[in-house]
C-alpha cells in the first residue's frame, strides 16, 4: 500500500507564505530606516557647510531641511569656532518600530580658518 503525499504542498505553502510576507515586510522597514538615517547625516552635513560660511541660521536650516526627512528636527548651534548641527527623525513604521534617527554634523567656522 502506499501512501499519499496528496495536500502536502497546500499546507506547506500555507505556512511558508505569511513568514515570507513578513520576512519581506521587516526587510522594506529596514530598509526605510536606514535610507532615513542616511539622509538624517546628509541634511546634517548640508547644514553644517552653510552655517561655517557664515549664513544666517535660518539660511542653514533651510538648507539642512531640503536634505532631511520630512518632520525631523534641526537644531544649528555654534561653540567658538565650531558649528554644530542635528537633525532628528522617526523613521517610518507602526508602533514602536518608529524608532527615533539622529544624524549630527560638526564643522569649523569659516572666518576662524587661515
Do not use: H
Not at 64 to 86: F, H, K, S
Amino acid at each position: 500500500m502506499r501512501r499519499s503525499d496528496d495536500g502536502y504542498v497546500t499546507a506547506e505553502a500555507a505556512l511558508v507564505l505569511p513568514t515570507l510576507t513578513l520576512f519581506g515586510a521587516a526587510l522594506l522597514w529596514g530598509l526605510m530606516a536606514v535610507s532615513a538615517q542616511i539622509q538624517c547625516v546628509d541634511a546634517a552635513r548640508a547644514g553644517a557647510r552653510a552655517a561655517a560660511r557664515s549664513d544666517p541660521p535660518p539660511v542653514a536650516v533651510a538648507a539642512a531641511r531640503a536634505a532631511a526627512p520630512a518632520g525631523a528636527r534641526i537644531v544649528v548651534a555654534r561653540a567658538g569656532d565650531l558649528v554644530r548641527v542635528r537633525v532628528e527623525a522617526r523613521s517610518a513604521g507602526p508602533g514602536p518600530l518608529a524608532v527615533e534617527l539622529a544624524g549630527e554634523a560638526v564643522a569649523l567656522a569659516e572666518e576662524t580658518v587661515g
